[in-house]
């Protein structure tokens, strides 16, 4: 978001971003469906990825010069901004070690039991989170703290309708397809081993994402941030929306890609 943006502007262009997400979205899930184009289904998740780690991350705040005063908010600010893209950047590579693996493991084959429909359905919940979470950073940046708990709250609880829906839907599901272990079918296979090892990480990454949310909005209740000071916000919205980034490339990684065995 740029500076010289007024509040209507900046949230403007939150929307733009969503409705080009959504697009995107519907389109790599009709593309899938119909012909199922593996290089068009790549180009769009690099796509939607640029969008949501430069309009919705900040990654270009990387480069804000913050001063030299190191006693300042804003040059704190700055350093924390950076050892928290270092760590986003370290915890990439625990994805990428798992995209390997289904790369690996499957080729260009998916696990039949997963339902599209579903998976479109989550993608959504989780879609629908971030734009809520841009708004709420949006409002606190200019010092709405009020618009910010409330977009906040309702991101959280989509984030928790995306968590129940993958943990206590999809793998009861897949469990009951013989995807993955259960009770009665102990036996898991590479199919059923590459969908609970990718969707159980990002499920625990959302979980402590709902955590942050957390304590970000009770903060907010205290009167702890500002339009001025609100590094918290900031931080907690980055690693919210670096959990979309991931499902962007685990969606069709798991859903769409590949011929279903």
Do not use: C
């Amino acid at each position: 978001m740029s500076h010289t943006q007024d509040k209507s502007s900046a949230l403007g262009q939150g929307v733009m971003i969503f409705v080009y997400l959504a697009v995107l979205t519907v389109l790599e899930f009709f593309v899938a469906v119909t012909f199922n184009a593996i290089s068009i289904l790549l180009v769009v998740a690099v796509i939607k990825a640029a969008l949501v780690m430069y309009y919705y991350m900040h990654v270009y705040k990387l480069n804000n010069d913050d001063g030299t005063d190191e006693h300042s908010y804003q040059f704190k600010t700055g350093t924390n901004r950076i050892g928290l893209w270092l760590f986003l950047l370290s915890d990439a590579f625990v994805f990428a070690g798992l995209m390997t693996m289904r790369i690996n493991l499957l080729g260009l084959t998916r696990p039949h039991q997963l339902d599209q429909n579903l998976g479109l359905a989550v993608t959504a919940v989780l879609l629908v989170s971030s734009f809520f979470m841009n708004r709420g950073e949006t409002a606190m940046s200019y010092g709405d703290v009020k618009s910010f708990m409330n977009n906040t709250l309702i991101t959280g609880i989509l984030g928790l309708g995306f968590f129940l829906g993958v943990v206590f839907v999809e793998w009861r599901l897949a469990a009951h397809e013989g995807l993955i272990a259960s009770f009665g079918n102990p036996a898991v296979g590479p199919l059923g081993g590459v969908f609970y090892m990718m969707t159980g990480m990002h499920a625990f990454h959302v979980l402590t994402g709902l955590i942050f949310l957390g304590i970000v909005w009770n903060n907010a209740r205290k009167g702890l941030y500002t339009a001025e000071k609100h590094w918290g916000v900031e931080a907690a919205t980055v690693y919210w929306h670096f959990v979309d980034l991931v499902w962007i490339f685990f969606y069709p990684a798991l859903y769409l890609i590949g011929k279903a065995v």
